[in-house]
């Protein structure tokens, strides 16, 4: 872009009626700003901003030209942000650079209405935990590292491929946030919403190199974190490109493990519990290890590559390939009211590791029919996950009397995921101004997933052995849990939207996805330990391994359809009402039940759950004011109809069941510009109000387990907010630019209520918390030097918990951000 004579930036940038005269140094870095702010609905505001200063540096009066053109695909076609009749922020790369967000969590800050666990770059069993608009009903903890069993509430893709992975964000193009079911487009999952990572595809256009290295000191660390990689972008020939990214991030830990045991092996593989007194098998404590300080930190390697082929103007091939690697010491976890209250330390006896890896291929081909264009996606993807978990407190809390008494009952899991995707997607988009656009497609996907589970209790049966005396009646071994998962989930749809343009100002679309939905497999969790124990007490003998169940089927099918029905009305050049009906559907499964069990009670009613159905209405109105300001405002109201949601069984087995309905309704807010050519800013607000409508029993059969009609759904916070600004500072060839933000989260609860006598509802309240962040930017156009603060006031913006009724007093763990950091990033581009 440095060698940039002559741009047609409307083209380039995906604005209109913008114009940079002359080809001096200035107006190049203007133009570079152009681009990147262009594609943002910040743009109507900030790119008048960058063109008065144009005009400032050469000495002329400063022209205002309305910007009217942000581009996005939400619609599965080209289309200015302000003519989409629906809620869709757009999250820049600028503003990723200025807030410093590098990854999934971050987006939190900057989207009011968008919700997620946040376990930083531990992921718990890579499960997608984002919500919008409060539709959310599971309990806010780690889930101890299963893979989830039911679809998440908003959907989440990379480019065309629908995938989560807690990403590394570099090289985007741009984060597209769609509220509001988008099933009849985006799939059956997206009750909620849907989040698109958008890559920057290669250019035949010009060479460009982008290069950055940061470091940063966080409160509690002792050593630096760092991150440094680079992108280039080669021109191969006319018609051919390459571009690839490549980088590697270290997050220093800020939790110190004071808990932790002697055992002979490590982390990640541990061995046997070393005993204090190895001739005391009965009574014997543990040895206590020296403490680990800065437990929780990790190291994130990240990749992209990708080959563009445009041989003419009808046909245009790419290939991508994106790899991430992230190793994770321990969570972002720790435990104030145990010991000595401090903060950001735990006292588990192992550490909870977890190394996490994410291969994905895919295939794109477009071209253009003249009447329509054709698109074709094709994707595989492998996900595998390692991790081990210290959840001997459930059992030293909950269970004690399956296991004797033992006083060494520390038994971390060791569980291994693979999930293997395979997408294909063949699309049609009307082209050209007609009266009636159109949009149709095919969909298949295939996603099997192979989960193993091993719990371990190191000792337990010598232990047991000396209980009984030898020879002990039953062999305990030291296995206390075992099984897993082997599942195949298939998904065959086809979809389509139909727009009417009635008039010039008013058009109708409506919506209609038909899919196909099968689960096969099984699954399981035998508890091998205990099993015996219960036939021990109640039979004198103990042969059956699998008495809670053991591997069981979990089929399940349906065929489903959704609707969507829009329409939106300009009512004038720069103001739009519109109006949307959608549907979103999740599909049912099958729970790892016994038909009957150890009580003699009848699992059969729970052993599938159904689909859940969400009704979404949404009226809003967009548009710009005094060519310098653009805004969205939005009501919603979400009837959430038979929703899925983790119960109890009367032996106390937590399973997915379907319950009544909830509802959610709220208002969203946004406003953007530039007050004059200096200071430009963003402000986002979200208000929700998200409810059970009608009552159940968590539960089964437990009246005083009821979730009451109007109890609020976890996680969903009434008050939601984000501001940010800039104001820059011409310094004669280069600018100053000062950057502040701020978000806001109100009050949360992490289950529906608190119920001491089921443990496993989890409940806990998470106080409201600001966070404030700011930064100091030296921009010459080329190099950017910046010194950065976030989480200023060190706020610990807690998002999860385990209970101490749950896991113990000592074993509990709380969700915890970052605290304060402070840092300095460099970044140079040649183009």
């Not at 990147?36 to 009066?61: N, R």
């Not at 820049?92 to 590098?102: D, Y």
């Not at 060494?408 to 995707?421: E, F, G, K, M, N």
Request: with cysteine.
């Amino acid at each position: 872009m440095l060698a940039w004579q002559k741009t047609d930036l409307s083209r380039e940038t995906g604005c209109s009626n913008v114009s940079v005269p002359g080809t001096g140094w200035r107006e190049i870095q203007v133009h570079k700003k152009l681009v990147s702010v262009c594609k943002s609905p910040l743009a109507v505001g900030i790119a008048i901003a960058l063109q008065s200063q144009v005009a400032a540096a050469q000495g002329a009066e400063p022209q205002v030209t309305r910007i009217d053109e942000v581009l996005v695909t939400a619609t599965r076609r080209e289309q200015s942000v302000q003519d989409v009749p629906s809620n869709i922020s757009v999250v820049t790369p600028e503003l990723l650079m200025q807030t410093g967000i590098s990854d999934p969590a971050g987006l939190t800050r900057v989207v009011p209405g968008l919700s997620l666990v946040n376990e930083g770059p531990r992921a718990s069993g890579n499960r997608n935990s984002f919500s919008l608009r409060g539709m959310n009903v599971e309990s806010l903890s780690n889930k101890d590292d299963n893979p989830a069993i039911n679809q998440a509430t908003v959907s989440t893709y990379l480019g065309e491929v629908p995938l989560f992975f807690p990403l590394k964000l570099v090289d985007l193009q741009r984060v597209e946030v769609l509220r509001g079911p988008q099933g009849t487009l985006y799939g059956a999952g997206s009750v909620g919403g849907t989040l698109r990572f958008i890559p920057n595809a290669p250019s035949p256009a010009a060479f460009e190199l982008d290069a950055w290295a940061e470091t940063s000191i966080t409160d509690e660390a002792d050593d630096l974190s760092w991150d440094a990689g680079l992108t280039v972008n080669i021109p191969l020939s006319e018609t051919a490109a390459l571009r690839a990214s490549v980088g590697h991030e270290y997050l220093s830990g800020f939790i110190d493990a004071l808990g932790l045991i002697e055992q002979t092996g490590t982390a990640r593989n541990p061995g046997e519990i070393v005993l204090a007194d190895p001739n005391d098998i009965l009574g014997s404590g543990t040895v206590q290890a020296p403490p680990r300080e800065d437990s929780n930190a990790a190291d994130h390697t990240y990749a992209r590559a990708s080959f563009l082929f445009e041989p003419d103007d009808v046909w245009r091939f790419a290939i991508n390939l994106n790899y991430q690697e992230i190793s994770a010491d321990n969570r972002y976890e720790d435990n104030r009211f145990f010991g000595s209250g401090e903060e950001y330390v735990t006292y588990k006896a192992f550490t909870d590791p977890q190394d996490a890896e994410f291969l994905m291929a895919d295939l794109d081909i477009q071209a253009d029919l003249g009447f329509a264009r054709l698109t074709s996606s094709t994707a595989v993807s492998d996900v595998d996950v390692h991790s081990l978990s210290d959840s001997s407190g459930f059992l030293r809390t909950n269970i004690p009397q399956y296991y004797f008494g033992n006083p060494r009952l520390y038994a971390p899991i060791d569980r291994r995921q693979s999930v293997d995707t395979f997408t294909q997607e063949l699309r049609l988009v009307s082209t050209g101004e007609r009266k009636v656009d159109w949009v149709a497609g095919l969909f298949y996907l295939q996603r099997e997933l192979k989960f193993d589970l091993l719990q371990i209790a190191s000792g337990a049966n010598d232990y047991t052995n000396a209980y009984f005396g030898t020879p002990a009646p039953v062999d305990f071994t030291d296995v206390l849990a075992t099984g897993g998962a082997d599942q195949e989930f298939t998904d065959m749809a086809a979809f389509g939207e139909l727009t009417w343009h009635l008039t010039d100002a008013w058009q109708v679309t409506g919506g209609v996805r038909l899919f196909s939905q099968e689960l096969t497999g099984s699954a399981g969790i035998p508890l091998p330990y205990a099993s015996r124990t219960l036939e021990y007490y109640y039979y004198g003998t103990a042969t059956n391994d699998f008495l809670f169940g053991g591997i069981n089927p979990t089929n399940y099918d349906a065929d489903e359809s959704i609707f969507k029905l829009n329409t939106s009305v300009d009512l004038n050049d720069d103001t739009m009402v519109y109006l949307t009906f959608a549907q979103g559907f999740r599909p049912g499964g099958a729970n790892q039940l016994p038909e009957t069990d150890p009580f003699g009670n009848d699992n059969t009613p729970f052993l599938l759950y159904e689909p859940d159905e969400v009704d979404s209405y949404e009226v809003g109105v967009k548009g710009n004011f005094s060519s310098r300001f653009s805004y969205t405002a939005t009501a919603f109201y979400v009837d959430w109809k038979n929703f899925q949601a983790n119960l109890v069984s009367p032996f106390g087995i937590v399973f997915i069941d379907n319950v009544p309905s909830a509802e959610s309704k709220g208002l969203e807010l946004e406003l953007s510009g530039a007050v004059n050519d200096r200071f430009d800013f963003i402000f986002g607000y979200t208000y929700i109000d998200a409810s059970i409508t009608e009552a159940f029993e968590f539960r089964e059969g437990d009246p005083s387990t009821v979730i009451p009609d109007g109890n609020p759904l976890p996680g969903a916070a009434e008050h939601q907010g984000f501001v940010a600004a800039n104001y820059r500072v011409p310094l004669g060839g280069s600018e100053l630019i000062l950057h502040a933000d701020v978000s806001y989260r109100g009050d949360t609860i992490s289950s529906f209520r608190d119920i001491p006598s089921v443990p496993a509802m989890n409940f806990a309240e998470f106080d409201a918390f600001t966070l404030w962040n700011a930064a100091v930017t030296w921009d010459t156009g080329k190099y950017q030097v910046t010194l950065f603060g976030d989480n200023l006031s060190s706020e610990r913006g807690e998002s999860s918990v385990i209970t101490a009724g749950f896991y113990g007093d000592r074993d509990q763990g709380w969700g915890v951000i970052r605290p304060r950091t402070f840092g300095i990033r460099f970044t140079v581009g040649y183009d």
